[in-house]
């Protein structure tokens, strides 16, 4: 696609539910970056995938949360049993490569009540 | 790991230049990139530096200096719509992986 496509744009869910985030990169961008962001704050590196691959996990903050990728494309980032603290703006990225820069999606709001 | 220090606020006057520094600590250290984002939007990308000295792009350049973990952004002739926050960004380590600062906010005034 033109751009890099987050579903849903919006998501309000109760304390201890699944959620399940969907992100569709720029056709042909073999990398792929999930962050997130309070309000107010900075951008927060959650998993970086290299293809189908995910050679940094780093910052998945709980087991809660995993990430996949498939067909070097489209990637759903899940979180199980959802917390209060878990409410943020979830931003997806691709790249083709660095010295262009990341293409951001506008993001999956994620509300957790 | 990596850390990265910019201001937290910044305000300037319509017209005017303003300088946003970044300074980090990072090991394995590839580039520095700027980032864009308005209330509400996706952050955008600006600028990338891998290599020592100034890029220029338009009203907006951006410098490194890698001996001394420094960079700036450079914004000329402030325009109104130029009020946003900016995120350096870091690219580091054996992947690509990239960490951001926790951004500037910049206030365009008339």
């Given amino acids: 696609g033109a751009g890099v496509s987050q579903s849903p744009s919006n998501k309000v869910t109760e304390k201890g539910k699944d959620v399940e985030l969907r992100c569709d990169p720029i056709s042909g961008h073999t990398a792929l970056y999930w962050y997130r962001q309070s309000l107010g704050q900075g951008l927060e590196f959650l998993i970086y995938f290299q293809g189908n691959s995910a050679p940094d996990k780093s910052g998945l903050p709980s087991d809660r949360f995993s990430a996949e990728r498939t067909g070097g494309s489209v990637s759903t980032l899940t979180i199980q049993r959802t917390q209060q603290e878990d409410s943020a703006v979830y931003l997806c990225a691709s790249s083709l490569r660095q010295e262009n820069g990341y293409t951001f999606g506008s993001g999956t709001r994620l509300t957790v009540v | ?110």
Avoid at chain 2, 13 to 23: F, H, K, L, R
Avoid at chain 2, 50 to 63: A, I
Wanted: hydrophobic letters at 30%; aromatic letters at 14%; one cysteine or more.
């Fill in chain 2, 1 to 110: 790991g990596q850390s990265l220090e910019q201001p937290s606020e910044v305000t300037a006057v319509e017209g005017a230049i303003v300088q946003i520094n970044c300074t980090y600590q990072t090991s394995g250290f590839y580039g520095l990139s700027w980032y864009q984002q308005h209330d509400g939007g996706a952050p955008t990308f600006l600028s990338y530096n891998g290599l020592d000295g100034l890029e220029e792009t338009g009203r907006f350049s951006s410098f490194l200096s890698r001996s001394d973990s420094y960079g700036y952004l450079l914004l000329q002739e402030l325009q109104m719509k130029d009020s946003a926050s900016y995120f350096c960004a870091v690219r580091s380590g054996g992947y690509q992986k990239v960490t951001f600062g926790t951004g500037t906010k910049l206030q365009v005034i008339p």
